[in-house]
Nanobody
Framework: QVQLVESGGGLVQAGGSLRLSCAAS????????MGWFRQAPGKEREFVAT????????YYAGSVKGRFTISRDNAKNTVYLQMSSLKPEDTAVYYC???????????????WGQGTQVTVSS
C-alpha cells in the first residue's frame, strides 16, 4: 500500500512557474510508475504526465508538452512536476498517482494522493 502526499500548489500569474512535489511512503517507490493528473471544476480528470520506474521514460499530454517536466528522485521517494509558462486553463486540482505499469489512463493507477490546488490568474 502506497501513500502519496502532494505539495507545492498555489496561486500564480499567467506565465509563471510552480513545482509540485509528491512524497510517497509505505511501498518500494522505485517499483512504481508515477503519473500526474488534473481535474478542473466541472471537468473529468485528465492525464498530464507520467514517468517510468527509473526516470528514463517520460510522456506528456499534448496540452502541457514543452511547458511541464516530470522527474523523480527514487532516493527521496518523490516525484516532481515542474510547470512553466502557466496558463489560466492549467487551473485545476493536481493529483499524483502510482501504478505498477506504464499508462495514461486513470484506472491504470491504483494509488492516489489527495490533490493540490493550482490556480493561474490571467
Amino acid at each position: 500500500q502506497v501513500q502519496l502526499v502532494e505539495s507545492g500548489g498555489g496561486l500564480v500569474q499567467a506565465g509563471g512557474s510552480l513545482r509540485l512535489s509528491c512524497a510517497a511512503s509505505g511501498g518500494t517507490f522505485s517499483t512504481y510508475v508515477m503519473g500526474w493528473f488534473r481535474q478542473a471544476p466541472g471537468k473529468e480528470r485528465e492525464f498530464v504526465a507520467t514517468i517510468d520506474w527509473s526516470g528514463s521514460y517520460t510522456y506528456y499530454a499534448g496540452s502541457v508538452k514543452g511547458r511541464f517536466t516530470i522527474s523523480r528522485d527514487n532516493a527521496k521517494n518523490t516525484v516532481y512536476l515542474q510547470m512553466s509558462s502557466l496558463k489560466p486553463e492549467d487551473t485545476a486540482v493536481y493529483y499524483c498517482a502510482a501504478s505498477r505499469d506504464k499508462g495514461t489512463s486513470a484506472p491504470n493507477y491504483a494509488y492516489w494522493g489527495q490533490g493540490t490546488q493550482v490556480t493561474v490568474s490571467s
